[in-house]
């Protein structure tokens, strides 16, 4: 069963950074392009970061841009989220998925369990 399992998240200051990884188990998604989102508590979930199956053309929302990174190796079926300058408005669970085409429109899945990010100020 194909299943994508979030890791790297945890209780930071403002300011500080954390690495979030994501592992794809039960098939390989390098050959789909890959989205990390975040559901903060009230909100919907949004999109905040897509990479293409080749990993050089990204995506960044607006809310992360300049200090969100995200990249993928495809040799160990990985994707990865670089967060620097967090903000408390930064405090969600983030999820990857990956997407049905390259495009912020597409449909992603399967979802994982996420992993919590809290920053605090």
């Known amino acids: 069963q194909a299943q994508l399992v979030e890791s790297g998240g945890g209780l930071v200051q403002a300011g500080g950074s954390l690495r979030l990884s994501c592992a794809a188990s039960?098939?390989?998604?390098?050959?789909?392009?890959m989205g990390w989102f975040r559901q903060a508590p009230g909100k919907e979930r949004e999109l905040i970061a897509f990479i293409n199956r080749g990993g050089n053309s990204t995506y960044y929302s607006d809310s992360v841009k300049g200090r969100f990174t995200i990249s993928r190796d495809n040799a160990k079926n990985m994707v990865y989220l670089q967060m620097n300058s967090l903000k408390p408005e930064d405090t969600a669970g983030y999820y990857c998925?990956?997407?049905?085409?390259?495009?912020?429109?597409?449909?992603?899945?399967?979802w994982g369990q996420g992993t919590q990010v809290t920053v605090s100020s």
């Open positions: 998925a990956a997407g049905s085409s390259w495009s912020t429109s597409a449909n992603f899945g399967p």
């Open positions: 039960g098939r390989t998604f390098n050959n789909y392009p």
